[in-house]
Every structure is written in structure tokens, then in C-alpha cells.
Nanobody, 121 residues
Framework: QVQLVESGGGMVQAGGSLRLSCAASGRAFSRYNMGWFRQAPGKEREFVAAIHWSGSSTYYADFVEGRFTISRDSAKNTVYLQMNSLKPEDTAVYYC??????????????WGQGTQVTVSS
């Protein structure tokens, strides 16, 4: 079972930026498809972005609208989510996950503990 640890969350004003990191244990990271999800209070967990194990393909939720970028550094066993032009509605706990190159949470089999992102207006 791979362990995932997110970091980089915090509080930022609307229009600001944050970069989330997700460090993975194990030596097979370079073969993992990875994704980011988020969950706001009272809402279901929703897909944000995914990256293919090769790094050659990425996939975003419609609400991202070009503001976020997912990337990976296999030498560091880390996946990133660069978030720009943040909006108050981006406030949520952000989770990274290992599994499918898709938007369905059930397709991912390992999850981190989450990192809080709060965007003030």
C-alpha cells in the first residue's frame, strides 16, 4: 500500500496562488497514475485533475478553466498541483490519490490525508 502525504495548503486571498505537493512512498511511483480531488464542507468529493503515469497526459475538471496545473517529478516521488487565480469557491480539503487516469473517486485505491485550502474574498 502506497502512502501519500499532501502539503502546501493554507490561506490565501482571492486571486492568489498555492502549490500543493503530494509525496508518495515506494519505488513504483513512476508507474502510478495520480489525481487530485477536493471536498468542501457539506459537499461530495470532486475530481480536480489527473496525470498519466508517463506524465504525457493530463486531465482537468471543467471548473479549473486553465487556472490549475498538475505535474509530477518521478525522481522525487512527488505530484504537484499549481493553483493560480484562486477563488473563494476553491476552498476545500484537497486530496491526492493513486489509481486511475479518470475523474471517478472509486477508481483510486490510495489516498492522502488531505490539506486544507482556504481562499478569502
Amino acid at each position: 500500500q502506497v502512502q501519500l502525504v499532501e502539503s502546501g495548503g493554507g490561506m490565501v486571498q482571492a486571486g492568489g496562488s498555492l502549490r500543493l505537493s503530494c509525496a508518495a512512498s515506494g519505488r513504483a511511483f513512476s508507474r502510478y497514475n495520480m489525481g487530485w480531488f477536493r471536498q468542501a464542507p457539506g459537499k461530495e468529493r470532486e475530481f480536480v485533475a489527473a496525470i498519466h503515469w508517463s506524465g504525457s497526459s493530463t486531465y482537468y475538471a471543467d471548473f479549473v478553466e486553465g487556472r490549475f496545473t498538475i505535474s509530477r517529478d518521478s525522481a522525487k516521488n512527488t505530484v504537484y498541483l499549481q493553483m493560480n487565480s484562486l477563488k473563494p469557491e476553491d476552498t476545500a480539503v484537497y486530496y491526492c490519490a493513486k489509481g486511475s487516469f479518470g475523474r471517478i473517486a472509486m477508481q483510486y485505491d490510495s489516498w492522502g490525508q488531505g490539506t486544507q485550502v482556504t481562499v478569502s474574498s
